[in-house]
Nanobody, 122 residues
Framework: VQLQASGGGLVQAGYSLRLSCTAS????????MGWFRQAPGKEREFVTA????????YYADSVKGRFTISRDNAKNTVYLQMSGLKPDDTAVYYC????????????????WGQGTLVTVSS
């Protein structure tokens, strides 16, 4: 499966942004999906993940209550709605797909998108 992330940009602190990740192929609904991010000079970190059907979600403590993950299997797309953005949210955001084990660990994901840059100014 190929993943294409989009929606990044430059926003002021406190504003919102929605990222999208569209997958190629017909088996999107068989993958759990996750979002990870990597800030300059830092390691990639888990942000959020959603199960195959969308009924189970996980969030990093740093984004809980501000970010929402959702998916539309008919459109082969997973979304990341980000609200109350902070300068610390500045990073390249990556979407990823997991076919078996999934959750908060990057190594569990089989496919990765190219990343989209989110910059939050203070």
């Amino acid at each position: 499966v190929q993943l294409q992330a989009s929606g990044g940009g430059l926003v002021q602190a406190g504003y919102s942004l929605r990222l999208s990740c569209t997958a190629s192929g017909r088996t999107f609904s068989s993958y759990a999906m996750g979002w990870f991010r990597q800030a300059p000079g830092k390691e990639r970190e888990f942000v959020t993940a959603i199960s195959w059907s969308g009924d189970i979600t996980y969030y990093a403590d740093s984004v809980k209550g501000r970010f929402t993950i959702s998916r539309d299997n008919a459109k082969n797309t997973v979304y990341l709605q980000m609200s109350g953005l902070k300068p610390d949210d500045t990073a390249v955001y990556y979407c990823a797909a997991a076919s078996r084990v999934w959750g908060t660990t990057a190594s569990w994901y089989d496919y990765w998108g190219q990343g989209t840059l989110v910059t939050v100014s203070s």
